[in-house]
């Protein structure tokens, strides 16, 4: 299994790793038990993401793809944000082992989880804008992204 | 600095190995089973090759079959220990929960071929019991096979008392000891066993030979037909470079081992004690008795273990982890689950495995390397988050 030049770049040098301690949208995704969990932190401003962290817990193309996934959607409006797929994760990193692709597919959701964070303190509901609120229920086994 | 630590996996081929089995790759060309001196001379060096690794494990020249690897050597023992005496003797055999793959894949295939196979868990340092093995033992029971070191974390089985109770009740034993010959004493008269696998790449042979100990008037099947060598039960022409090597290599391995004992168990001792205290929340897996010498094997809480190897790699430092994610696996290593740890202790394991060539400086190097990878994937770790919020509260 070899990792793209792109993917050991935002490993060894991740982008907007942290906390953001006035973060008015928080979603973590994983569990511990499959090995990887990602907890994304946003502050968004009028509908657009000014900020954003992350911490995850799990192999090199976890934290590089939640690294990938944060810089992505920095800047954008919350439904520009919701229109960031796996596939587009993925080819950010110029790819992933094909036993990865399930990492990109939790930093998409890490991000969806944290914007209806977000939806749902704003008094809206997440569903309006297309998310499922049982995206990841933090089992692999109920993904098939998994296996 | 560059650190080789894992010597589990493989190791350094020794010069001295290599210019054992130059000939054979020079002048040394002829088919042993010929004979014309040009083959007769290749006979000569294959029987010195076989006395070297007999005398090594202290068996009869006679007794050793020179296979490709671990892994052959483990299939045929246990394939054609089976075939050979099922008919008369049953189709049960008893192994453990923490076997190499070779062994364990071969034994899972053979239950969907109506073999049924009783796997005892180990405690958790990773033990088994002669009172176990003794407990499992049924009337249609054929085979014993239970590794003499493991691998991952490097528990030693009590070879010599399971094969006292293998021999009472009349069932062969077969025992997996790729990771102890070279590294421990293997005497497979001492131990009793009926039949040992080894393999010549952890102790300093190049990798695709290895061999099988078969105790005279045991009959395993073959697992290939052909030609007449290694008396007719593994045929194929001889890979004289591999054998060769293999001979040089295991008499240099043995010839002082309790010195290179104590020397490697020093780098263990140190590395472990240099962790334990150095990176809090930490679990040490490798057991504190009846251990390898180079094995260090440890879960850092809260990290995942790829993530750890990468940047141990970028600080030139070669390890391996029994995290899903490195195995490439949806699980964890299935040692260290059955040690029992839970599945995201396991996911934050590293080992390193040390050998004669390591150093102290090495050790030291890995023990400021460490920590700062730790700490910096513990600050990266949602894990980590709660169990500092939960330490300040």
Redesign the interface.
Request: hydrophobic residues 35%.
């Given at each position: 299994m070899i990792y793209s030049a792109k993917l050991m770049d935002h490993f060894s040098n991740p982008r907007n790793v942290g906390e953001l301690a006035d973060a008015n949208g928080v979603g973590e995704v994983g569990n511990a038990k499959c090995g990887d969990i990602m907890k994304i932190y946003l502050k968004i401003d009028h509908d657009i993401i000014t900020d954003v962290k992350f911490k995850t817990f799990g192999c090199g193309a976890a934290v590089a793809t939640s690294s990938m996934a944060t810089e992505l959607i920095k800047g954008k409006s919350v439904r520009e944000a919701l229109q960031l797929t796996n596939k587009a994760v993925v080819e950010a990193l110029d790819g992933l082992p094909p036993v990865k692709i399930h990492c990109s597919v939790l930093a998409e959701e890490a991000v969806r989880a944290a914007i209806a964070d977000y939806l749902v303190k704003q008094g809206e509901n997440p569903e309006d804008y297309g998310i499922k609120t049982s995206a990841c229920g933090g089992s692999c086994s109920c993904c098939d992204h998994c296996g | 600095m560059f650190v080789y630590a894992d010597n589990a996996a493989t190791t350094h081929i020794d010069p001295d190995v290599v210019k054992a089995m130059m000939p054979a790759l020079g002048e040394l060309y002829g088919n042993p089973s010929t004979i014309y001196s040009k083959g007769r001379e290749a006979r000569e060096a294959l029987d010195k090759a076989r006395e070297q690794v007999a005398k090594a494990i202290n068996c009869r020249p006679q007794e050793i079959y020179f296979t490709s690897c671990g892994t052959e050597s483990d299939n045929w023992a246990i394939r054609g220990i089976t075939k050979h005496y099922a008919a008369k003797k049953g189709k049960h055999i008893i192994s453990t929960n923490i076997e190499h793959h070779a062994v364990l894949e071969t034994l899972k295939a053979m239950e969907k071929e109506g073999y049924e196979v009783t796997f005892l868990p180990v405690n958790e340092e990773g033990f088994i019991t002669a009172q176990q093995v003794e407990d499992a033992i049924r009337p249609d029971t054929v085979l014993i096979t239970v590794m003499t070191a493991n691998n991952e974390i490097g528990s030693i089985q009590p070879i010599e008392e399971i094969a006292k109770v293998a021999k009472e009740h009349n069932v062969f034993f077969h025992t997996d000891a790729v990771q102890a010959v070279g590294h421990i004493p293997v005497d497979v008269q001492k131990m009793g066993v009926d039949l040992l696998s080894l393999s010549g790449h952890k102790f300093h042979a190049p990798k695709g030979v290895g061999a099988l100990y078969v105790r005279r008037g045991v009959l395993p099947d073959n697992l290939m037909n052909g030609g007449g060598q290694e008396r007719s039960r593994r045929p194929g022409t001889e890979n004289m470079a591999g054998i060769l090597a293999i001979g040089a290599a295991i008499e240099k391995a043995t010839a002082n081992l309790e010195r290179d004992m104590a020397y490697v168990a020093s780098l263990r001792d140190r590395l472990i004690d240099g962790i334990v205290k150095a990176i809090p929340h930490c679990k040490v897996n490798t057991p504190s008795h009846d251990r390898l010498p180079g094995t260090v094997n440890v879960s850092i809480k809260?990290?995942?273990?790829?993530?750890m190897l990468?940047?141990l790699d970028?600080n030139g430092i070669c390890a391996t982890s029994g995290?899903?994610?490195?195995s490439?696996d949806?699980d964890?290593s299935h040692v260290l689950l059955a040690i029992g740890l839970?599945?995201?202790i396991a996911?934050g394991s590293v080992r390193f495995s040390f050998c004669t060539e390591n150093t102290m400086e090495e050790v030291e190097y890995i023990l400021e390397v460490l920590p700062k990878i730790a700490q910096r994937l513990r600050?990266?770790?949602?894990?980590?988050?709660n169990v500092k919020n939960q330490e300040t509260l």
């Open positions: - | 809260y990290i995942e273990g790829e993530s990468l940047l970028m995290s899903a994610c490195a490439g949806l964890p839970p599945h995201e996911h600050e990266m770790s949602p894990l980590w988050e």
